[in-house]
């Protein structure tokens, strides 16, 4: 965790308590999932966003972390 995000096990837990075990976007709570949270950070400036399950973290990545393509799926969801 250190050396690829630049955050200790003190950090991981601030972050997990602050969003009391749950994944940043879903709201699935750690003890619902086989793996932690994973640490979810902006490629580009290497900042830490926070804590989300797998499914999300993988979602966000095949966006490319884009907001507009989040932004057209959305409107694509809502017809």
Do not use: W
């Not at 955050?7 to 837990?13: D, L, P, Q, S, T």
């Not at 797998?54 to 507009?68: E, H």
């Amino acid at each position: 965790m250190l050396r690829n995000y630049g955050i200790g096990f003190a950090e991981y837990n601030e972050l997990f308590e602050k969003q009391a075990g749950e994944c940043a976007i879903c709201g699935t709570h750690q003890n619902e999932m086989d793996r932690p949270l994973y640490i979810d950070h902006d490629h580009d400036t290497g900042d830490v966003r926070g804590l989300l399950c797998m499914k999300c973290n993988s979602a966000l990545g095949l966006f490319q972390d884009d907001s507009s393509n989040l932004q057209r799926a959305v409107k694509y969801l809502n017809g």
